[in-house]
């Protein structure tokens, strides 16, 4: 492309004359490796520009999207925009207050000049490793390698003019028995230079634990729990999308309406959303180009703050303003929510002193097929997996057959007791359609009860 997205979105916006207007273009480059049974199978190289443009018109909002960038195309979407917002308006005056204006942002250090050197041999590297590895051990792997670079640019009628620069890389193994135990380890990072995919592979195969071991069933119930963090930081994610979410919490929905300022967890619970933590995945501003800063949501236990984007700020009223959490520029879609969540660490050594005190409880590794039950109470269910072992006497011993969870997010902070020391960046790295690389940084965390429902078939 013979501009940079900056001048392509200036560009664009000049179009769109004497409207309330904002371009944003997005520039990815990534690769992607996937592999099953020890053996690539699938291989994807990315190298695509989007624009997407917002027009607005008596408190409407209309969009259009394209990634054809001749003239034809770009004025086709600016055609589109414009007729959207003006079909909109034709239903009476609409609850967007307008775009927000310039403010300014600061810069962080996501990017990292050899992972945007996209380079495809280390991928090959990482894999031929994991399976050297998990060969070894009498097992397969599966899993996902990639990396990837993206631009985003903001030009607005307002006057915000705003680029970032971010790239992230990610490796997710899961070794599987011939009799289907499975273990999991991952890495994510801003840098794929970090990526080792022989130690993720013998991390994998540790979680499978002895493979000649039969996994024992565990009756319904509560038990006391030790959640990696692969599985804390999937549950933060439900508790950001229900708790934090300000277009919710201004509807009366949200999971803390009413209950700001009060106790909601365990006094050692303290979470923030920090872009700019050393081991998150950085957004220097949101999609609106409002500027993203530390926003503190748990201290201490006590519910403190929500994410608001300019519509969610303008429906709550009493002179609340963007915290910088639009998803998509004019809002709507899930509403502002957290995507640099940081849990901070406790004074635990390890996740074997977590275990330490539970006489007979139940460690997780990892959470999936999780839905929400209840939002205003957080309650979700799932399924365990990757690693379910039995707690015994203070140690790990003997593997489960995967359990059902229903357990409600708020009600497990309250009850956590204690916390590691050590943080990991953890992420679901689900690349399907634009790239848009987040996570959440969590230690491992003991809860007093964990509430079992059922078992996997």
Same mark, same amino acid.
């Given at each position: ?29 990534? /690769? ?79 990017? #990292? ?96 634990? #002895? ?22 930081? /999937? ?82 009223? #009493? ?34 002193? /977590?275990?330490?005190?539970? =006489? ?61 020391? =050590? ?6 790295? =689900? ?27």
């Amino acid at each position: 492309m013979p501009e940079t997205p900056i001048e392509l979105a200036e560009r664009v916006l000049g179009l769109l004359p004497g409207h309330d207007a904002q371009v944003t273009v997005t520039q990815e480059r990534s /690769l992607l490796s996937r592999f099953a049974r020890s053996a690539p199978t699938q291989a994807t190289e990315v190298a695509d520009t989007g624009v997407e443009l917002v027009v607005v018109r008596d408190g409407h909002v209309g969009s259009a999207s394209t990634n054809r960038l001749d003239d034809e195309g770009l004025r086709a979407a600016a055609a589109q925009a414009i007729l959207a917002a003006t079909a909109l308006a034709a239903a009476g005056p609409g609850e967007y207050p307008g775009l927000p204006g310039p403010a300014p942002y600061r810069s962080h250090d996501g990017w #990292d000049a050899r992972t945007a050197a996209l380079d495809p041999e280390p991928a090959g590297a990482a894999l031929a490793d994991a399976f050297a590895v998990t060969a070894e051990a009498g097992q397969e792997a599966f899993g996902v390698w990639t990396a990837g670079e993206v631009v985003t640019a903001i030009a607005s009628s307002n006057g915000i003019r705003a680029q970032d620069r971010v790239t992230d890389g990610f490796m997710k193994v899961m070794a599987r028995t011939p009799g289907a135990r499975t273990g999991l380890a991952s890495y994510a990072a801003t840098a794929s230079t970090g990526i080792d995919g022989e130690a993720l592979a013998r991390q994998a195969v540790a979680k499978v634990g #002895d493979p000649a071991a039969v996994p024992v069933d565990l009756p319904t119930g509560a038990y006391p729990v030790v959640l990696a963090p692969e599985a804390v930081g /999937l549950l933060l994610e439900f508790l950001g999308m229900l708790a934090f979410n300000g277009q919710l919490h201004a509807e009366g929905r949200g999971a803390l309406s009413g209950r700001l300022g009060t106790k909601v967890a365990a006094p050692s619970i303290n979470l923030a959303d920090s872009p700019r933590f050393p081991r998150t995945l950085p957004r220097s501003f949101d999609a609106e180009g409002v500027p993203k800063g530390p926003l503190p949501l748990l201290q201490d236990g006590v519910a403190h703050r929500i994410c608001h984007d300019t519509r969610s700020a303008a429906e709550a009223g #009493d002179g609340i303003v963007s915290t910088g959490h639009a998803l998509t520029p004019g809002g709507g879609g899930y509403g502002p929510v957290p995507t640099n969540l940081v849990l901070a660490g406790g004074g635990a050594a390890s996740e074997a002193e /977590l275990c330490a005190p539970i =006489e007979r409880g139940i460690y997780v590794t990892r959470l999936w097929y999780v839905n929400v039950v209840h939002p205003s109470q957080t309650l979700l269910t799932g399924m365990t997996r990757d690693g379910t072992f039995l707690i015994e006497d203070g140690k790990v011993t003997r593997p489960l057959r995967d359990v059902r969870f229903t357990d409600s997010v708020l009600r497990l902070l309250e009850h956590t007791e204690a916390l590691t020391a =050590e943080q990991r960046l953890v992420t679901e790295a =689900e690349y399907y359609g634009r790239r848009f690389a987040n996570g959440v940084v969590t230690p491992a965390l003991r809860a007093g009860d964990f509430r079992i429902t059922g078992g996997a078939e």
